[in-house]
């Protein structure tokens, strides 16, 4: 089964990459299973947490390449 990662808005490159890889993309706060997410590291707060309503794998793609995503998603998945 695919794996579902939830990409947020304006990482159309990062999204791309994964569709190419294989994996179902999905925006985030879509509903359903959630495998990881990638964000831009915008949504964290001050403390460091991520505001993410599911309990998937969070990546911060912010300073990544498409390609280091896609190793740490590889890698943690």
């Known amino acids: 089964?695919?794996?579902v990662i939830?990409?947020?808005e304006g990482l159309s490159h990062i999204r791309s990459?994964?569709?190419r890889e294989g994996y179902s993309v999905?925006?985030?706060g879509s509903?359903?299973?959630i495998d990881a997410t990638v964000i831009t590291g915008m949504d964290?707060?001050?403390m460091g947490m991520q505001d993410i309503s599911n309990k998937s794998l969070v990546?911060?793609?912010s300073g990544k390449t498409?390609?280091?995503v896609l190793n740490d998603l590889k890698q943690r998945l």
Do not use: S
Request: charged letters at 35%; zero cysteines.
């Open 17 to 19: 990459t994964l569709e």
């Open 26 to 28: 999905v925006k985030t």
């Open 1 to 3: 089964m695919k794996k």
């Open 31 to 33: 509903t359903g299973k």
């Open 59 to 61: 990546i911060d793609a």
């Open 66 to 68: 498409a390609n280091q």
């Open 6 to 8: 939830a990409v947020e």
């Open 44 to 46: 964290e707060n001050m």
